[in-house]
């Protein structure tokens, strides 16, 4: 088992440098989920709508998601050494995060915020979020018997899952029900839930959990070449280009390329909005050719990871 060696070092340098003073302004993190972003590969090549021969794949719902670690970097050729931590999320043990201190939001919703001046003054260009946890509505198809019932129809299921390191996991609540593990679960692992009818009766919950095919779940960092994590896809640190959408030109703010400055004088919050790229990001293997997920006949789970991120000032 890998050990989380430069993260508690990170913590350590976060932690002995936070200050909070009366009339902070902050640097509140947000996400959402965006299906118009270009799909991209690990190394943040953009590869537009392939998944892969033999494949079907479905831009998901998602409710939910966590990350165990943020970082801000200055420009391309900064390495993981280089980073300026903004936020690390508890550690079980030196071997895995643990999932039951994971702070879990919805799209839009405050998921962290740090006053602006506990961040070290400079100019921004990348941000990095390990990617932890992510809950999702897919749907599948059953053409099954299952409690001497037999389906044959399309349904919606939920799906948690664990995107990056090491996560030891107590229980995870997939949407109504829970898996219960008590152990240190990889990248990759995944809970499935879904209350499906028959007879127009809502009479069959079922529930598994998995995991994805090994290097299965897509991680994409352009800065893959100057990482010092000795595998950054394991560790699931995504980053992306921050871009800006304060910047008023001929008679209207546009969306471009810019860099986060932090000057520790601001005069107002920042709010840095995590867009993740999310259009057929959920593979499967499709054995049968429907374009159906259908689990109840083992067609596995290929990919559930993002496609991209792109912070954009807000």
Known sequence: MK???????????????????VGERYL?????????????NDAGNIIG???????????????????????LFANDSSKYADANPIYTAAIKDSTAFNFSQYKIVSEGE?????????????????????????NMDVPFRIDYVFNNNAYNSSYTGTVATLLGASTYVDSMKIKDNY???KSNQPQGFWAFESRFGFGGFLDSIFT??????????????PLFGNTIIPNFKT??????????NRAYKNGEFKLEESPLVITGLETESIILELNLSTKNSFIWKDDNNNKMWE????????????RGMRPIIK
Not at 28 to 40: A, C, E, H, Q, Y
Not at 111 to 132: D, R
Not at 295 to 306: A, N, Q, S, T
Request: net charge positive.
């Open 208 to 221: 598994r959990n998995d995991y994805v095919a090994t290097n299965g779940t897509t991680v994409v960092n």
């Open 295 to 306: 689990p109840f006949k083992g067609e596995p789970i290929i990919d559930m990871g993002f």
């Open 179 to 181: 898996t219960y593990k």
């Open 3 to 21: 050990k989380f060696a430069w993260i508690p070092l990170l913590a350590l340098l976060f932690a002995s440098c936070t200050k909070v003073g």
């Open 110 to 134: 405050t998921f962290y915020e740090i006053p602006l001046s506990s961040i070290k003054a400079g100019t921004y260009k990348w941000l990095g979020a390990g990617l932890a946890y992510s």
């Open 49 to 71: 709508d392939s998944i892969g021969f033999g494949n079907a794949a479905v831009t998901p719902k998602f409710n939910s998601i966590s990350v165990n670690f943020l970082a």
């Open 235 to 244: 560790y699931g640190i995504t980053t992306g280009k921050i871009y800006n």
């Open 28 to 40: 509140i993190i947000k996400f959402k989920f965006n299906d118009t972003l270009p799909r991209m």
